[in-house]
């Protein structure tokens, strides 16, 4: 099935109306991707799958669906486009290769735990752009602590969550407890049912979570570290959403806009036990960049890679037992 990359001029239509593309139009992977066009060929910008190719002063980017706009030239068919998926490296040296990049949860927990930590620290080192995407269940399984830590370290420069991590990091902070469950014991605390209300009416209160910090409201925690260290967070909201609280854009499509913003020039990407915002952010990725996907639950990081993030490295992990490790490793490399 192979296709032959001799220069053939790529072929463009214009848009009939805002938001239809035209027929034919071609619909791009996360691959590096390039088009020829003015008889040379030139890189497609803004990687991303399912999106199309729009062409406009000697420059091609892929855009999606909604902000095609009426006139827009772009991409049809496949005849000067090229696809180069990134190299599989020999060596197996670092974590990406080591045991392949499936995802199993018979893996050594400890070592892989020590390379993540490594790659972390490389990616780091190198002036690269870390962005972890998070759900709840980091709170509820006492790792909070950790990613605040990995914060306060520098290894985070952004969060894309949805309105559930940053209410029971607000509640844990506030008030020790992830949805009325001591995280300390597993016991639970006394009415401690509307612990989560509570920290959402505390955040209104605030008007935000930055006023919140700024009052000295919030004085620990995920959130707290990232307002501290002027780290971007994005929260989207969701059908399900207790509150939502004040700072989750509620708009799917402005908090898709948000989260591409966050993720542009990122070199890797860590998703810890969200199955939703996992394999929303992975659809905006690019293939070259770094992901890895922490999660309890092995079809959450099957899903991942089975809906094109395959370059994913899987772990089938207590991110509550993993994550510490991960910090754990990353405080002795420093030193």
Same mark, same amino acid.
């Given at each position: 099935g192979a296709i032959s990359t001799k220069g053939k001029a790529v072929v463009l239509k214009a848009a009939l109306k805002d938001r239809v593309m035209p027929d034919n139009f071609y619909s791009t992977t996360n691959n590096a991707t390039q088009i020829f066009l003015g008889r040379k060929w030139i890189d497609v910008e803004? !990687? %991303? $799958? *399912?999106?199309?190719?729009? /062409?406009?002063?000697?420059?091609?980017?892929?855009?999606p669906i909604i902000d095609v706009k009426k006139g827009d030239k772009i991409v049809v068919g496949e005849t000067g486009v090229k696809v180069t998926p990134p190299e599989r490296p020999r060596d197996g040296a670092n974590v990406f290769e080591f045991m392949g990049s499936s995802s199993s949860s018979?893996?050594? =927990?400890?070592?892989?735990?020590? %390379? &993540?930590?490594?790659?972390?620290?490389?990616t780091k080192k190198s002036g690269g752009?870390?962005?972890?995407? @998070? @759900?709840?269940?980091? /709170?509820? !399984?006492?790792? #909070?602590?950790?990613?605040?830590?990995?914060?306060? $370290?520098?290894?985070v420069d952004g969060l894309l969550a949805?309105?559930?991590?940053?209410?029971?990091?607000?509640?844990?902070? =506030?008030? @020790? =407890?992830?949805?009325? %469950?001591?995280?300390?014991?597993?016991s639970l605390a006394v009415k401690g049912h509307r612990n989560h209300m509570e920290a959402i009416n505390s955040v209104f209160k605030s008007g935000s979570i930055v006023n919140m910090v700024k009052a000295k409201k919030l004085t620990k925690g995920i959130m707290y570290e990232c307002v501290k260290r002027k780290i971007p967070f994005i929260l989207a909201g969701s059908i399900r959403d207790d509150g939502p609280l004040p700072d989750v854009i509620t708009d799917t499509a402005i908090a898709q806009k948000k989260y591409k913003e &966050?993720?542009?020039g990122a070199k890797m990407v860590i998703m810890i036990s969200t199955m939703l915002h996992s394999i929303a952010t992975g659809n905006m990725l690019p293939a070259h960049v770094k992901v890895i996907v922490v999660d309890i639950n092995q079809p959450t990081? !099957?899903?991942? $890679?089975?809906? @094109? !993030?395959?370059? #994913?490295?899987g772990i /089938?992990? *207590? &991110?509550g037992a993993f994550l510490p490790l991960v910090t754990q490793e990353l405080k002795s490399l420093r030193h």
């Open positions: 803004n !990687t %991303m $799958m *399912d999106k199309c190719i729009l /062409v406009k002063g000697g420059k091609a980017a892929c855009i018979e893996r050594p =927990t400890q070592h892989i735990a020590k %390379m &993540v930590a490594q790659d972390i620290f490389k752009k870390i962005i972890i995407v @998070g @759900g709840p269940a980091i /709170v509820h !399984t006492g790792a #909070a602590d950790s990613v605040a830590e990995l914060i306060r $370290m520098g290894y949805g309105n559930a991590l940053a209410v029971h990091d607000i509640e844990y902070a =506030t008030l @020790g =407890t992830s949805l009325g %469950m001591n995280i300390h014991d597993g &966050v993720l542009k990081v !099957t899903k991942l $890679m089975d809906r @094109g !993030t395959w370059q #994913a490295l /089938v992990s *207590d &991110v």
